[in-house]
C-alpha cells in the first residue's frame, strides 16, 4: 500500500449499537474501492472484517479490525468496532486512536441502549461526529421517526441532515445530497437533478445547512446575517468548521448491503472529517510536565500501543498509532512505559486479517508490527532521548466474574500465562488470584465477554478451562476483646512437645494485624515469640468461623510455661495456633461481606422493576436522578446479591439497562445470612478432612 502523508489521512472509528450495520459498511466500501471483488456478508460469515473464528460463528463482531479504504488520493482508516456491550472496551480503544467517529442507528429500531453508550464515548473524547441511519431498504423503516430519536441524545448538539433519502423500505434508490442540491442513485457515484416532488423538502432542509455552516466561521456568518448568498465552496468550508467543533452533527442515510449512498459518505469523511493534524493535539506526560504533540513528522515519536493480539501465524501482533513524528520498519525504538528497547521489523497495515506491507508510517497513521517482546497494550514507544507517555484512557471496571480451572493437568501449568496474555488483549480483561477463597478469578465485561475469553484460550493458546460462579470473598473478624490459653503436651516415649500460651485480642481500626509480646518474667523466651506469630498468621489465613481470612485483629501474648527439656518451636506454633483459634471465639466473632457501588441505567419504564429488585438484593438505594432522559439509581449492595447482575439487568430492561460497579468496603453480614455461609464453610472443611 502507498504511503500517506498525515493531511491525506482519515482515522474514523464505527460505532453503534449491536447490529447497527457497521461490517457491512465497511465492506461496501471496501467492495465499492475495488479493494474486494465481492462483498461479504455477516451472516455468511466472509467479510473483511469479521474473519475471527468466534465472530464467524457468532456472526458479530467481538473486536475492532483496521479497514483502509483509498478514495480521491487520500486513506481512510476505518476502525469497525464491536456493537454489543460485553466488549466496550475495545471501542474505548478504537476511539483513542481516532480523530472523528461514524454513530451508525439502525433505520426500524432507532437509538438503543449501545447507541447512547457509544455517543456518550464521544462526547468523553471530545470526538467531531457523523450520524448514519442505516438499512434504509429495510422493511418499515423511518427516517423522520429515527432522526428525532437521536436528536434526543444530547441538547448540546445540533444535528444538521445533509442527506435525505430518496424513497424508503423497498423503494430507498439513493439520496438527495443537500450539499450539492443533487439526487445521488444507487451508490452515488452519478448525479442528477433532484426529483420534483422532493425539492420542496431539500430546499427547506438546505436552510439548516447554511445557517450550520455560516455558524462554523464568523465572516461567513456576518455574510449571512447581512443577506448575502452564500457560495457553494463557503458552504462547505463553513460546514467543516462547525462540524471540527463538535457543535454540528451532520446526518446521512445508507442501505450498505445494497450498496446506497456510498460515495457521497466517503466524500464527505473526506471533506468534513479532521486530519490527524486538524484534530487536538494529543497529550502526554515527560520529566518536564505535560507536552502537547501535534501530529507531523518533524515532531518527537510518540507511538501508542492501543490493541494487541495474538496471531496463530506471526505470534503477538501490535496495533500502532503513531500521533507525532514518522515511524520506518526495521529499526529500534523505545518503550517508554517499560524502559526496554524494542527492535521493530516490518511495519504493516492491516486489512482485516491481511497485512500489507509498508516502509513508513507518518504522523497520524495506524499500522502493526509483530513480535514485539516487552511491549503491551497501552505502552507508548519512542526515542530514547525523548521520554514521553502519552495518557491511557479510562476503562471500566470489571461486571462480571468467574472462577476458572484447568480441566487437565498439562493445561494447568499454562493457566496463568495464557490468562495473561488474554488481559493484554483486551483492558477490560483482567484475572487475579483470590487468597482467600483460593480461586483464580477471571473478570470482564459480561458473561459473552467471558465465553469469547474461554473460547480464546482453547484456539489460539490451546489450554481448556471449566469454570463456575466464584466464592464472595468473605472476610473475618472480631468485635469485642478476647482472651484464651492453651497447653500443647505431646509425650510419646522420646523428646516430647510441651508449650502454654495465655493470649488477649481485640479488634483493630486501621491496620490488618498486630502482635505483640507482653509477657514479663521469663515466662515464654522471647525466641518462641515468632513461632507463636506464625501459628496464629496461619489460623489467619484458613479462618476460624467459615473459612475465611481473619483481619483486623491485635494479639497481645500476655503470659505461658514452657519447659526446659520438651518446648520446641513446633509446640509454641501449635499453642499459638489453638490459643488464637479459641481467643476469637470468645471475642464475638462476624463475617465481614464485600459492599459495591452500582449505578444503574435504565428506562423511566423500567425504574420500577429495578428499585423492586434492588430490594430483594439487600441493596441501599442512595440517590436517583435523571441523565440525558434515563434513570439513573445509584446504591450500595452486596456482592453476593449482585454478582450474575449484568445478565440480570438486560433481561428485565430488554437489554437497555447498563451498569457501572466499583468495590465501596467491607461490612458485616447480616445474622441470619452469615449462619448459612457458616454452616456452608463448615460443610466444606468437613468434606475436606474426610478426603
Request: aromatic residues 6%; hydrophobic residues 40%.
Amino acid at each position: 500500500m502507498k504511503e500517506y502523508a498525515t493531511e491525506f489521512i482519515r482515522n474514523v472509528a464505527l460505532v453503534s449499537h449491536g447490529g447497527g450495520g457497521k461490517t457491512s459498511l465497511g465492506e461496501a466500501m471496501l467492495y465499492f474501492m475495488g479493494a474486494i471483488n465481492r462483498m461479504g456478508k455477516v451472516e455468511d460469515g466472509n467479510t473483511v472484517s469479521d474473519f475471527e473464528e468466534e465472530e464467524i460463528r457468532r456472526t458479530l463482531s467481538l473486536s475492532t479490525s483496521v479497514l483502509p479504504i483509498e478514495h480521491r488520493e487520500h486513506k481512510i482508516n476505518l476502525l469497525d468496532t464491536p456493537g454489543y456491550t460485553d466488549f466496550i472496551g475495545e471501542v474505548i480503544s478504537a476511539l483513542r486512536v481516532a480523530d472523528g467517529a461514524v454513530v451508525l442507528v439502525d433505520s426500524v429500531a432507532g437509538v438503543e441502549v449501545g447507541t447512547e453508550i457509544v455517543w456518550g464515548y464521544c462526547d468523553t473524547f471530545k470526538m467531531p461526529r457523523f450520524v448514519v441511519i442505516s438499512k434504509m431498504n429495510r422493511e418499515n423503516a423511518n427516517f423522520k421517526m429515527v432522526l428525532n430519536a437521536v436528536r434526543e441524545l444530547s441538547q448540546e448538539v445540533t444535528l444538521v441532515p445533509v442527506q435525505l433519502p430518496w424513497g424508503e423500505k423497498h423503494e430507498f434508490q439513493g439520496v438527495i445530497d443537500l450539499l450539492s442540491m443533487q439526487a445521488r442513485p444507487e451508490d452515488g457515484q452519478k448525479s442528477e437533478p433532484i426529483p420534483e416532488e422532493l425539492l420542496e423538502a431539500a430546499e427547506e432542509a438546505r436552510i439548516t445547512l447554511v445557517e450550520a455552516a455560516a455558524e462554523g466561521d464568523d465572516a461567513l456568518l456576518e455574510k449571512y446575517l447581512e443577506g448575502e448568498d452564500l457560495s457553494a465552496q463557503e458552504i462547505a468550508s463553513g460546514f467543516r468548521g462547525a462540524v471540527l467543533s463538535g457543535l454540528f452533527v451532520p446526518v446521512f442515510v445508507t442501505a450498505s448491503t445494497a450498496g446506497i449512498g456510498i460515495a457521497p459518505l466517503l466524500e464527505a469523511m473526506i471533506d468534513l472529517m479532521p486530519s490527524p493534524a486538524d484534530a487536538p493535539p494529543a497529550i502526554a506526560q515527560s520529566p518536564t510536565g505535560e507536552q502537547k504533540l501535534t501530529a507531523s513528522d518533524n515532531g518527537p515519536l510518540a507511538v501508542h500501543v492501543w490493541k494487541t493480539t495474538a496471531d496463530p501465524f506471526v505470534g503477538k501482533l501490535s496495533y500502532l498509532r503513531v500521533f507525532s513524528g514518522s515511524l520506518n520498519s526495521d529499526t529500534r525504538i523505545w518503550n517508554h512505559s517499560k524502559n526496554e528497547e524494542e527492535r521493530l521489523g516490518t511495519l504493516y497495515v492491516m486489512r482485516g486479517k491481511e497485512q500489507l506491507a509498508v516502509d513508513v508510517l507518518h504522523a497520524g497513521d495506524i499500522g502493526t508490527v509483530a513480535k514485539l517482546g516487552e511491549t503491551d497494550t497501552g505502552d507508548t514507544l519512542g526515542d530514547k532521548a525523548q521520554p514521553l507517555t502519552l495518557l491511557v484512557p479510562e476503562y471500566p471496571s470489571a461486571l462480571y466474574s468467574v472462577a476458572v480451572m484447568p480441566q487437565t493437568q498439562a493445561d494447568s501449568t499454562k493457566i496463568s500465562p495464557t490468562l495473561t496474555r488474554l488481559s493484554e488483549e483486551d483492558p477490560t480483561l483482567s484475572w487475579h488470584q483470590e487468597g482467600s477463597t483460593n480461586q483464580t478469578i477471571l473478570q470482564g465485561m459480561g458473561d459473552q465477554h467471558i465465553d469469547v475469553a474461554i473460547r480464546k484460550a482453547v484456539s489460539k493458546f490451546q489450554v481448556s478451562l471449566n469454570t463456575e460462579v466464584p466464592k464472595v470473598p468473605y472476610r473475618e473478624t472480631i468485635t469485642k476483646e478476647g482472651a484464651s490459653q492453651y497447653r500443647h503436651k505431646k509425650q510419646t516415649g522420646g523428646a516430647g512437645q510441651f508449650a502454654e500460651v495465655h493470649m488477649r485480642v481485640e479488634p483493630l481500626e486501621d491496620a490488618e494485624f498486630e502482635f505483640e509480646n507482653k509477657v514479663f518474667g521469663g515466662a515464654i523466651s522471647s525466641g518462641y515469640m515468632p513461632a507463636i506469630e506464625k501459628g496464629v498468621r496461619g489460623v489467619m489465613k484458613q479462618g476460624v468461623l467459615a473459612g475465611y481470612p481473619v483481619e483486623k485483629v491485635k494479639v497481645q501474648i500476655t503470659d505461658g510455661k514452657e519447659h526446659p527439656v520438651d518446648s520446641k518451636a513446633v509446640a509454641f506454633e501449635i499453642a499459638g495456633r489453638e490459643a488464637f483459634k479459641l481467643a476469637v471465639k470468645d471475642a464475638a466473632p462476624v463475617l465481614l461481606e464485600p459492599i459495591m457501588d452500582v449505578r444503574v441505567m435504565v428506562p423511566e419504564a423500567n425504574m420500577g422493576d429495578v428499585l423492586g429488585d434492588l430490594n430483594t438484593r439487600r441493596a441501599r438505594v442512595q440517590g436517583m436522578e435523571t441523565e440525558r432522559g434515563r434513570s439513573v439509581v445509584t446504591a450500595q449492595v452486596p456482592l453476593a446479591e449482585i454478582q450474575r447482575y449484568t445478565t440480570d439487568l438486560r433481561s428485565m430492561t430488554g437489554g437497555r439497562g447498563y451498569f457501572t460497579m466499583t468495590l465501596s468496603h467491607y461490612q458485616i453480614v447480616p445474622h441470619h445470612v452469615a449462619e448459612e455461609i457458616i454452616a456452608a464453610g463448615q460443610r466444606e472443611s468437613s468434606k475436606q478432612d474426610t478426603a
